[in-house]
Each structure stands twice: as structure tokens, then as C-alpha cells.
């Protein structure tokens, strides 16, 4: 049996919860990653940053108030504003989400049902101790899973 060990990545980025706004932005634009783990002293995951929770700073509040946004090609002056300085320097603590963590010895179905369970696309992978070890990604148990099919295999 495959187990999340097997396919996950290991080299992850994470980030103290004292690190600024500012800085999971500069991570999240040279290191291309969708999710950032927040990590205590220990280097146990304490919550998430998601792209879309920074973006989010970014996005009109009007926005939220359109059903339909296909007919707005772009925001005119809007597409050019930044959050404030002030917003950028507040910790990362003050942004991040709950975070679900998987332990590395899980099987595959389980992380896959705990992604569904909880609407992510990506899950921090953590060892015994509850350390960050790794990150998986649906894509990344999907294709483990397809990979084990016969290849070929007729069905009656």
C-alpha cells in the first residue's frame, strides 16, 4: 500500500507566524507555491496562508457584491492599487487560515478524503511529532493512484 511518504514533496516552504504579510508575498512570487504552511518554533504547521487569502487584500470588496464579473474585462484604475504599507507589516498570524495536516504514514484514499472533506487542494504532511515534513497535492495522489492501475486492463 502507498502511503503519502511515497508521493509527497518534500521540499516545502513554510513561515513563522511572526513573519509579515510583506514577506509571504515575496515567497509565495519567487518561490511559485499555492500554499504557505505556518509554522511555530518547533516547526509544527499552525495554520495556512493560501494565494487567494493575499490576492484577497488586493480584490475590490465590490467584487464580492457581482454575481457575474464575465462582463468586466478589467477594474480600470482599480487593477493598479496595493494594499497599504501598514496591512503589508502585520503578521502573517493575523491572515492565516486553520490548517488540516496528514500524516506522512497515511494512505492515499484517506489524504484524498480529507482534501475533499475540507475544500484544499493542498495538505502539509507531518511525522509523528507533528513536524512539517513534506506537502501533497490532489495532483500528486491522483497520479500515485493511476499509476497502480494495470495497464491495459479490459473491463467486462
Not at 470588496?61 to 454575481?67: E, G, Q, R, S, T
Not at 489524504?111 to 472533506?117: D, F, N, P, S, V
Not at 513536524?131 to 495522489?141: C, K, Y
Request: charged share 20%.
Amino acid at each position: 500500500m502507498m502511503r503519502i511518504k511515497d508521493c509527497m514533496k518534500r521540499n516545502v516552504v513554510s513561515i513563522p507566524a511572526a513573519a509579515s504579510i510583506s514577506q509571504a508575498a515575496g515567497i509565495f512570487a519567487n518561490c511559485h507555491v499555492g500554499v504557505l504552511p505556518v509554522v511555530d518554533d518547533l516547526g509544527k504547521p499552525i495554520g495556512i496562508i493560501r494565494l487567494g487569502d493575499l490576492l484577497s487584500l488586493e480584490l475590490p470588496d465590490f467584487v464580492k457584491l457581482i454575481a457575474d464579473v464575465d462582463f468586466v474585462h478589467n477594474f480600470g484604475a482599480v487593477e493598479t492599487t496595493r494594499p497599504e504599507a501598514e496591512e503589508l507589516s502585520r503578521p502573517v498570524s493575523t491572515l492565516m487560515q486553520p490548517v488540516s495536516t496528514v500524516e506522512e504514514e497515511s494512505g492515499l484514499l484517506h489524504a484524498y478524503a480529507l482534501m475533499l472533506q475540507h475544500s484544499v487542494s493542498d495538505i502539509p504532511v507531518v511525522n509523528n511529532n507533528g513536524g512539517l515534513v513534506g506537502i501533497v497535492s490532489r495532483v500528486d495522489i491522483g497520479a500515485a493512484i493511476l499509476s497502480a492501475w494495470p495497464a491495459g486492463r479490459k473491463t467486462p
